[in-house]
């Protein structure tokens, strides 16, 4: 076994301390990577807090991982040790279902290993994932960081990256189309990047006015407070795509009057809270609400690849492993801009 060092939750009440614990000896097919940077997703505090429900404990969080390749399995040939490689959400997956077959593993309909706060494929052994030292993973669930992205600066690219590109992606989402974008946080900043990058008319729909200047410089067009009633009147009808980024509770029929006949709405955050909706706002104009959930491996990469080419990098503010709860209290704030990044080296 592998000894490591990482940060836990051992309760949902409890904050998040030094933790050792270990990994599996390096397999055939598995890498053993030196982890650089870990994101904080906002996902993480919700799992550490047993938001959700069902977390478990101990929990090492963490799924925006880079790192360096540090040993390989016999049978690895797509990576190389000192390579600079990413690790997302899950680890494993059945591999066998019609979603696997189709690379789109995120919908997995056997087991999905989620790279923290899930199961290894056995279903028994808990995973642990990114805010430590090292981990194991199969190679067919590693990814390639290229070279034009800074390392801190791809690591929220492995969940907030490809959160924002599958879904505007999938639904076609480009030239000619106009985006709106709900939230500028960590997901909403990189879906104006991306938005921008794709060619859409990007609109930022946030609460209060403190972030107007920040959308214009990420690409956005226009920016609107939803916190102004007469938003909603000045912006019906007008848009092809909303991209919902919020985690807290929010009213959707009023969103979705803001779509043209034959709109989507995309969900993307995730509240704690079930949302209310009515069946008029979608009924009278055709619309469509969805939801998606990252991406699979081979999308991830296109993503990564899309990021490098149109210099699409997080926006990030690293801090030492020793922040990390006062980064939690920050992000149920609001207060980074736009995603907290841990450096690695600060626990070693």
Same mark, same amino acid.
């Given at each position: 076994m592998i000894d490591v060092r990482g940060y836990a939750a051992r309760t949902a009440k409890s904050r998040l301390a030094p933790f050792t614990f270990s990994r599996r000896e390096v397999g055939r097919q598995d890498i053993l990577i030196g982890i650089r940077y870990c994101g904080i997703c906002h996902s993480d505090v919700h799992q550490a807090r047993d938001e959700w429900g069902g977390s478990i404990f101990p929990m090492v969080p963490g799924h925006e991982i880079v790192g360096v390749v540090e040993r390989v399995g016999a049978s690895v040939k797509q990576f190389k040790v000192g390579q600079m490689v990413g690790v997302g959400c899950f680890v494993d997956s059945c591999r066998t279902c019609p979603q696997c077959k189709k690379g789109q593993e995120q919908y997995c309909e056997g087991h999905l290993s989620?790279? !923290?706060?899930?199961?290894?494929?056995? =279903?028994?052994?808990? &995973?642990?994932?990114?805010?430590?030292?090292? $981990?194991?993973?199969?190679?067919?669930?590693?990814?390639?960081?290229?070279?034009?992205?800074?390392?801190?600066?791809?690591?929220?690219?492995?969940?907030?990256?490809?959160?924002? !590109?599958?879904?505007?992606?999938?639904? =076609?989402?480009?030239? &000619?189309?106009?985006?709106?974008?709900?939230? $500028?946080?960590?997901?909403?900043?990189?879906?104006v990047k991306i938005g921008k990058a794709l060619g859409a008319h990007v609109t930022v729909l946030s609460h209060s006015g403190k972030k107007r200047h920040d959308a214009k410089r990420l690409g956005a067009t226009d920016f609107f407070k939803t916190s102004d009633p007469k938003t909603f009147t000045t912006l019906a009808k007008r848009f092809d795509f909303i991209l919902d980024t919020v985690s807290a509770p929010h009213d959707l029929d009023a969103q979705l009057e803001l779509l043209k006949t034959d709109g989507t709405m995309i969900l993307v955050g995730v509240p704690d809270k079930p949302a209310q909706l009515g069946a008029f706002p979608l009924i009278l104009k055709r619309r469509r609400l969805v939801g998606s959930l990252i991406g699979g491996i081979q999308e991830t990469q296109e993503m990564l690849d899309f990021c490098a080419k149109h210099k699409c990098g997080a926006d990030v503010e690293v801090i030492p492993i020793q922040q990390l709860n006062e980064a939690y209290d920050r992000l149920v704030r609001g207060d980074v801009r736009y995603r907290f990044v841990i450096d690695m080296s600060s626990l070693t």
């Open positions: 989620f790279t !923290y706060n899930g199961k290894e494929r056995d =279903g028994i052994t808990p &995973t642990y994932g990114g805010y430590s030292t090292k $981990l194991v993973v199969d190679q067919r669930y590693v990814l390639r960081i290229p070279k034009q992205l800074r390392p801190e600066e791809a690591a929220p690219l492995l969940c907030a990256g490809i959160t924002a !590109y599958s879904p505007l992606r999938h639904w =076609g989402v480009g030239k &000619t189309h106009r985006l709106a974008v709900v939230g $500028l946080g960590g997901l909403g900043h990189m879906a």
